[in-house]
């Protein structure tokens, strides 16, 4: 195996800022020159290896040639508080810092200078309100998603490991050494369980309050969007709590094949998350259908009712990312939550009650790869008792998929396609509504 380095994530950066990322109606945000560029991923890069006072660091760097902040495609400021004077940016600087500076809500401001190429004018300029909603938003606890700073963004997220965004769009990641792809939309990973979703989705749909005049292709795609957003929600939560689960995903109907054994039964009437989720839906289409009234001059309720359905929607939003972060929380029992995919939670707890000795055929599937190819079959031993054993649920299940989360905040994706299982490593699992999370 060959290994990359933070130079070459530069290189991948510089080749994709004027082409990757841009949409037609806005250039590109200033990069820094590559002497500069590889100067910040490598600071970035050494910073994130360093400890202070016994803790990791995880920070994130927004890089500017001025002290002014942009919202993505916006002209709104983000709040700024500068330092009078700056200090050049170092390793030693960044391990001072950033544990002050959350990657929750806020990044180190770094100042790039436009008429020196060389990297010894880069300093570290202030700090940066980004706010909470972003950072919830991309996790999938939140669908109104404020845009991200318009500018080159460094998220360090583990030890050697790095996120680069042009504004809202992830450039290219760097991890364990290697330069990683991952799929724009987190969508896309997990077509293989549509018709795990679209039975939950058809469960659910006759709770919801649709629109008047919406037509019902467009309404099943934010249905299935919704319901899989506050899947991925439960399953970043597991990954934020940092002690690692099993969530096993089942089509309502199929319960009964699982071969698992609770030892938290939940009671079949104790349906928070599904109501949570109802709601959410009821609500936001409610807003827009007045909001189309509006538009269309039909509206009496005047801008109070309005505002009134705005509060609800936004309360809705957070009550339902709550739900989920509860359910997650579960997994930190030694067992599997079990949850149907109308947002049930069945259990938690769940042993998987098989043969361990039984072989499981199973293949891995790598980005770009077609699901259905043949590949060399995975030696399911050479995976921990979680991944073993969502394995062999998998393979005797019907309509079931799992996520395996690991301690080390890896998520690992199986299911089953034309008889066979598939499994598919560090999965995205950002909001699918966000481009590259």
């Not at 927004?62 to 508080?81: H, I, K, L, N, S």
């Not at 995903?249 to 109802?278: H, I, M, W």
């Not at 709550?322 to 069945?346: N, P, Q």
């Amino acid at each position: 195996m060959e290994y990359a380095f933070p130079g070459d994530l530069a290189d991948q950066v510089i080749a994709r800022w004027h082409t990757f990322a841009p949409r037609a109606d806005t250039a590109a945000p200033p990069l820094p020159s590559p002497a500069q560029l590889r100067h910040l991923l490598e600071t970035a890069f050494f910073a994130s290896l360093e400890r202070e006072e016994g803790r990791d660091l995880r920070f994130v760097l927004c890089c500017t040639p001025d002290v002014d902040v942009w919202r993505d495609r916006f002209g709104e400021a983000v709040p700024v508080v500068p330092f009078q004077p700056p200090r050049p940016i170092t390793v030693d600087a960044i391990r001072s810092l950033a544990p002050a500076v959350s990657p929750a809500n806020a990044a180190i401001l770094v100042r790039w200078p436009l008429d020196r190429p060389d990297a010894d004018g880069c300093d570290i300029a202030g700090i940066v309100h980004v706010g909470a909603q972003l950072a919830r938003a991309r996790s999938g606890r939140s669908f109104h998603s404020p845009q991200a700073p318009f500018a080159l963004v460094i998220d360090v997220r583990e030890a050697g490991e790095l996120h680069v965004y042009q504004g809202s769009v992830k450039l290219a990641a760097f991890r364990s050494g290697q330069l990683h792809d991952q799929i724009a939309f987190s969508a896309l990973e997990f077509l293989p369980m549509n018709d795990i979703l679209a039975r939950g989705e058809a469960a659910l749909r006759p709770a919801i309050t649709t629109l008047e005049d919406e037509w019902p292709a467009a309404s099943s795609d934010f249905l299935w969007t919704a319901l899989l957003n506050t899947i991925l929600c439960i399953v970043n939560g597991v990954r934020e709590h940092g002690h690692g689960g099993t969530v096993l995903l089942v089509a309502p109907g199929s319960e009964g094949t699982l071969p698992v054994r609770l030892k938290y039964d939940v009671d079949a009437n104790a349906r928070v998350l599904a109501q949570r989720f109802v709601r959410f839906l009821t609500v936001g289409h409610e807003l827009t259908e007045r909001r189309r009234r509006r538009e269309r001059g039909r509206e009496t309720g005047g801008a109070a009712a309005l505002a009134a359905l705005q509060t609800a929607a936004f309360a809705a939003d957070s009550d339902l990312a709550d739900a989920a972060d509860l359910v997650s929380r579960w997994t930190a029992v030694d067992g599997a939550v079990v949850l149907s995919s109308d947002l049930r939670v069945l259990g938690f707890g769940a042993e998987i009650v098989l043969d361990a000795a039984a072989p499981v055929r199973a293949y891995e599937v790598l980005d770009g790869e077609d699901p259905a190819r043949t590949r060399p079959r995975v030696d399911s031993e050479s995976f921990g008792m979680r991944h073993r054993s969502a394995l062999r649920c998998v393979a005797v299940a019907a309509h079931t998929a799992a996520f395996v989360v690991s301690q080390d905040g890896d998520v690992s994706f199986f299911w089953k396609q034309t008889g066979q299982v598939f499994l598919k490593r560090n999965v995205n699992t950002a909001n699918p509504n966000v481009v590259g999370g």
